[in-house]
């Protein structure tokens, strides 16, 4: 906008000064500029696409793709074609006083896009940006209603963050999981506007999910634990957003979150299973305070939260005979109480809920029982098999 207001006042002292009296050297001064804007929009559409093919070769697939398909990206550069057509028909004129006040301003705007398409080409050449950018494209072909595209633009998330993964870069791989999280956030709420783009939704968070568990098992295998572990919690708060849209999508969204633990657990990441069983304890707070999911079937979501957290609980024993089972139930007993004396005590599927936790809760006890009638038998007690 700064060249624009320069333009402006260039011309309210013109006309102030009178300025415009002789126009004898307007015709050059246009045909001059457009020419050099003309050669400055050719050279920044031919240098553009060198660092661009670099960056989708190293990091950010397809970000050359959504700058040409941007529409600021196209308005600019149709702006700019149009005012060196327009410079060059002035430029074989005589022109007129109001002509040649409307082209100074227009030169002003043309300047303007020029400096803000260098911006947008810097602004992709920074991965994080990058990133965003694909971001935006997904959420806007959610927005039209088009899978495949979607899709797409999904898998080009992915594989930055894949590669951020394998080359170790934390910050790369978190903002392109934070951006596979906002995708899956927006097929949540806008499909479940309409119950005909069910089977649509079911498949775009089924395919989401997908990329999620192949990103969790890769950082999994090289051991990177803030990594696996931020998953663990997009998942979960793509479960709440889920219990509160559309509750017939918590049990996709809890099964993938169980099978990243589940394969968390089998590469010894115990740290992944505390996440997990922290995060499915919060989804279970924040949904019993939340009104719109008190005023729906809480059953499903609680059931598949019990469900996920037995089957942690289970895995981290046969691991560790050892450890202390009242660290293994007391999530169930938090969530009891939730029950018995917090907002979901008077909620219709409470004594279901409290039911299959009572289950639970006694599978344990009964346990702890038999390991205390157990007798330590040289080379088969837990502590001397641990050893």
């Known amino acids: 906008m700064f060249a624009t207001l320069i333009s402006i006042i260039l011309v309210g002292f013109l006309w102030w000064g009178q300025g415009f009296e002789d126009t004898t050297l307007f015709p050059r001064i246009s ?22 093919q670099r960056l989708e070769k190293n990091t950010i697939p397809r970000v050359g793709e959504f700058i040409s398909k941007s529409f600021k990206w196209k308005a600019k550069q149709t702006y700019l074609s149009l005012f060196v057509l327009l410079s060059f028909v002035l430029g074989l004129s005589t022109g007129n006083t109001w002509f040649l006040s409307t082209w100074v301003v227009l030169l002003g705007i043309a300047l303007d896009c020029f400096y803000a398409s260098c911006s947008q080409f810097a602004q992709s050449l920074n991965p994080l940006k990058g990133i965003q950018f694909l971001g935006h494209a997904a959420e806007d072909s959610i927005k039209s209603r088009k899978t495949l595209e979607c899709c797409q633009w999904t898998d080009a ?44 939704q079911i498949f775009l968070l089924s395919y989401l999910f997908q990329r999620f568990q192949l990103l969790h098992s890769k950082a999994v295998d090289a051991h990177i634990e803030p990594v696996a572990s931020f998953i663990i919690a997009s998942l979960g708060k793509i479960t709440l957003l889920a219990a509160k849209t559309d509750p017939s999508l918590v049990a996709l969204t809890l099964y993938f979150l169980g099978e990243c633990t589940a394969d968390a657990q089998k590469q010894g990441l115990n740290e992944v299973a505390v996440k997990a069983t922290l ?19 809480t059953k499903e979501l609680y059931l598949n939260l019990i469900n996920q957290q037995e089957k942690i609980a289970k895995t981290t024993f046969k691991q560790d005979k050892t450890i202390n089972l009242a660290l293994l139930t007391e999530p169930f007993r938090e969530l009891k109480k939730l029950f018995l004396e917090g907002k979901l005590a008077s909620h219709p599927d409470a004594e279901i809920i409290s039911q299959d936790l009572s289950r639970v809760l006694s599978e344990f006890e009964a346990l702890e029982v038999i390991l205390k009638t157990v007798p330590n038998i040289p080379g088969f007690s837990p502590s001397e098999q641990k050893t």
């Not at 804007?37 to 031919?46: G, M, P, Q, S």
């Not at 707070?285 to 939340?290: G, I, N, V, Y």
């Open 157 to 200: 998330l992915s594989e930055v963050a894949l590669k951020s993964i394998q080359n170790g870069s934390l910050s790369l791989s978190d903002t392109a999981l934070k951006e596979l999280e906002s995708v899956a956030n927006s097929v949540v709420i806008k499909y479940s506007v309409n119950l005909e783009d069910k089977t649509e």
């Open 31 to 52: 045909l001059v500029a457009g020419s050099v804007v003309w050669l400055a929009t050719i050279l920044l559409n031919v240098l553009i696409w060198i660092p661009l």
């Open 279 to 297: 995060t499915l304890q919060e989804v279970a707070k924040e949904a019993s305070e939340d009104e719109r999911i008190l005023r729906m079937s």
